[in-house]
């Protein structure tokens, strides 16, 4: 199970955190996305950190967005810095683990200008 928080309402320029923690017993995440859609847009991969650590972003975050894991505590996190309206959207964390794949039940980011 994925629990997601941290959404909200944010302005333009600020900053959010979001976090996802996973639990069920012996769940070990390789992979770490953040994925998000915006209304009337299809879901689109914002974030990606891979089990060897490499990242991987979507150019419309790129230098704005940090994604980070803390696997003793099976969570994974999305700094989101300098926001954009165009940031508006529902976030959903994606984790790749021993047991399978899993989605989480998304978080509404909504950025004011």
């Known amino acids: 199970q994925l629990q997601a928080s941290g959404g909200g309402l944010g302005q333009a320029g600020g900053s959010l955190r979001l976090s996802c923690a996973a639990s069920?017993?012996?769940?070990?995440?390789?992979?770490v996305d953040w994925y998000r859609q915006a209304p009337g847009k299809q879901r689109e991969l914002v974030a990606t950190?891979?089990?060897?650590?490499?990242?991987v972003y979507a150019d419309s975050v790129k230098g704005r967005f940090t994604i980070s894991r803390d696997d003793a505590k099976n969570a994974m996190y999305l700094q989101m810095n300098s926001l954009k309206p165009d940031d508006t959207a529902v976030y959903y964390c994606?984790?790749?683990?021993?047991?399978?794949?899993?989605w989480g039940q998304g978080t509404l980011v909504t950025v004011s200008s």
């Open positions: 069920g017993r012996s769940v070990r995440i390789s992979e």
């Open positions: 950190e891979t089990s060897s650590g490499r990242t």
């Open positions: 994606y984790v790749t683990t021993n047991r399978g794949n899993y």
